[in-house]
């Protein structure tokens, strides 16, 4: 398995922005799809983002379509979420996950590696 640790959340303003940053341990971190996800409390955890190990593919969860960018650095071992236009439905815990499954790899249960969360407010 992997280590993952996020940073980057915060409290923002509706229509702000934030980047979320995800550092991952291991040697074979180029051979993993990576996700977010993200839970509100109640909830259940939801798929927000994935990219490729190769990064030439994408996939987003309709709702955040259009605002949020995956991104990833393979030689830095990390993946990055930027986030825009933040709404207040996209306050959550936002987790880091890494997967060998085939792609897109959408479901919690796809994934083999994750993080402790961080956490996103956004204020109306």
């Known amino acids: 398995q992997m280590q993952l640790r996020e940073s980057g959340g915060g409290l923002v303003q509706a229509g702000g922005s934030l980047r979320l940053s995800c550092a991952a341990s291991?040697?074979?971190?180029?051979?993993?799809?990576m996700g977010w996800f993200r839970q509100a409390p109640g909830k259940e955890r939801e798929f927000v983002a994935t990219i490729s190990w190769s990064r030439d593919n994408t996939y987003y969860a309709g709702s955040v379509k259009g605002r949020f960018t995956i991104s990833r650095d393979n030689a830095k071992n990390t993946v990055s979420l930027q986030m825009n236009s933040l709404e207040p439905e996209d306050t959550a815990v936002y987790f880091c996950a890494a997967s060998r499954s085939g792609w897109p790899v959408i479901t919690t249960s796809a994934y083999d590696s994750w993080g402790q969360g961080t956490q996103v407010t956004v204020s109306s």
């Open positions: 291991g040697r074979t971190f180029s051979s993993y799809a």
